[in-house]
């Protein structure tokens, strides 16, 4: 095998040939290893190595697999890049900003704590706009990622690192978080597979644990081995309230779709969406119609409101908790964090209540429509990508329509608002500009196991991703 088809393997087929002593996970992460410095100056999708302890922790596994060891964990050996606000015990943390750049950690997050009891090998750490604050992926700490599918775009944000680094095979698995579909943004835009879970399936840090538009999760090369990242990283946590009691572990089984009902929506009525992302979302639904599943288009009573009570939620927590920095450290932010903090200010308690009580009304037709739907689809993205340097100070328009620039060319945001809703971003096909594309699976209220079945059947349906070299985006490494 390849250096480059070992870079491309997936988690699910290297446990197995680890199992069979047909791989050593040292195999494995020296094929990672050695295209991340490769890819620097292209795509600049890590921040830091831990190539050392990294190879420590794959020779242990090497051994504990030769030994046929009785604990060996679900990810025994598996390289997994954290994205750079992933509080990592000992590490640096920058989240993005010149004002962490010195930042270690003195305790690992939850969600990395599991990973590595699970014998994850941490070996890299992956770009995030400055604070995750943005749906592209460029921060005056990092500079500018770009999508390995096509490097004029980003690869989306703000797991933009997470997701640039599996589609340039620099890791088997990657961390990602969600508060307006900075896991699904850059899923979509990369080609890869990302689950935003329900809200409190998988435990966060204070404060934003509270807040529940607050989603962290996996990033993947498939649905399988999102499942299996998947259900390491939930649980309920000793420190986190709003974590879910019981542990949740859901079944690599797929989904038998004949006679299930999907609803979808290519626009939610009201949003400009590009002509190849509506035809791949169409391709993508009659994969479910041959299936079996009975496809029908659903109408949403959503207008741009639905979006600025977003808007407003953002501001009147994160952008508020980004206020803290418009002192003397306003210089060193990024102009589009300091912009975002100072739209903030004018959020009243008011407004924020107000924006609750939108989400309310969206449920209120979202879940009894769910009630007769099995699945609910619709695209991740408005446009394939937006430009690699784009700013949200600039202006953007679809179909020749000026729509908001921060983010009203994605389509992840409306399910954080309905936060108790699992979703599966998965891919649907690529734009001329060879970006990818991709296609939500939501489910009912915390129905995780429905929209992973739904995931896998699509994905044996399709064929999966990243098999040969014609399915992968042409590097030059």
């Known amino acids: ?29 020296e094929a990672h290893l050695a295209r991340i410095p490769a890819s620097a100056d292209g795509l600049n999708a890590v921040c830091f190595t831990y190539a050392e302890e990294a190879m420590e922790q794959a020779r242990a596994a090497e051994a504990r697999y030769a030994a046929g ?26 989240y993005g900003s010149l004002l962490y750049a010195d930042h270690v950690a003195t305790e690992s997050a939850p969600v990395v704590s599991r990973l590595l009891e699970a014998g994850a090998v941490v070996h890299a750490r992956t770009t995030t706009p400055e604070f995750s604050c943005a749906p592209f ?132 009525g009201f949003m400009e969406v590009d002509g190849q992302v509506r035809a791949n979302t169409l391709a993508a639904l009659d994969v479910f119609r041959a299936l079996g599943a009975e496809v029908v288009e659903v109408a949403l009573p959503w207008d741009w409101d639905v979006y600025h009570a977003a808007a407003t939620h953002h501001g009147a927590l994160f952008g508020a908790w980004l206020a803290e920095y418009l002192d003397a450290r306003e210089a060193q932010l990024a102009p589009y964090t300091a912009g975002f903090a100072r ?48 700013d949200m100070a600039g202006p953007l328009s679809i179909n020749g329509v000026e729509v908001d620039p921060y983010l009203g060319w994605t389509m992840a945001w409306p ?17 001329a500009s060879g970006v990818p594309t991709g296609i939500q699976l939501v489910g009912r209220t915390y129905d995780d196991q429905g929209v992973f079945g739904a995931g896998l059947a699509y994905e044996a349906a399709v064929g999966g991703w990243y098999a040969s070299a014609a399915t992968r985006p042409a590097l030059g490494f």
């Open 137 to 268: 992926c460029h921060s005056r700490q990092w500079g500018v990622t770009r999508n390995p599918w096509n490097p004029q775009f980003t690869p989306g944000g703000s797991s933009g690192g997470s997701g640039a680094a599996l589609a340039a095979g620099l890791t088997t698995l990657a961390t990602g978080s969600d508060i307006g579909g900075s896991i699904r943004i850059p899923a979509s835009a990369c080609g890869v597979v990302g689950f935003k879970p329900p809200y409190g399936r998988v435990p966060s840090t204070p404060p934003f644990n509270l807040d529940h538009y607050n989603h962290p999760g996996p990033m993947a090369r498939s649905v399988a081995d999102c499942l299996l990242m998947e259900n390491v990283l939930a649980g309920p946590h000793p420190k986190d309230i709003a974590s879910l009691k019981p542990q949740l572990e859901v079944e690599a089984r797929p989904a038998d779709l004949r006679g299930r009902r999907i609803g979808y929506s290519i626009d939610f």
């Open 69 to 94: 060891a009785d604990d060996i964990g679900p990810l025994e050996g598996i390289p997994v890049a954290l994205k750079d606000e992933n509080m990592m015990a000992g590490k640096v943390t920058t």
């Open 1 to 29: 095998m390849t250096d480059t088809s070992l870079a491309y393997l997936s988690a699910t087929e290297a446990l197995r040939m680890f199992r069979a002593r047909e791989l050593s996970p040292v195999e494995l992460l």
């Open 343 to 390: 739209r903030a200010l004018g959020i009243t308690t008011a407004d924020y209540l107000a924006s609750i009580g939108v989400e309310g009304r969206i449920y209120a037709h979202f879940g009894p429509m769910m009630e007769e739907l099995d699945l609910f689809v619709c695209p991740t993205l408005a446009i394939p990508a937006v430009p690699a340097e784009f």
């Open 415 to 431: 399910f954080n608002m309905l936060s108790r809703c699992p979703v599966l971003s998965v891919p649907s096909g690529h734009a």
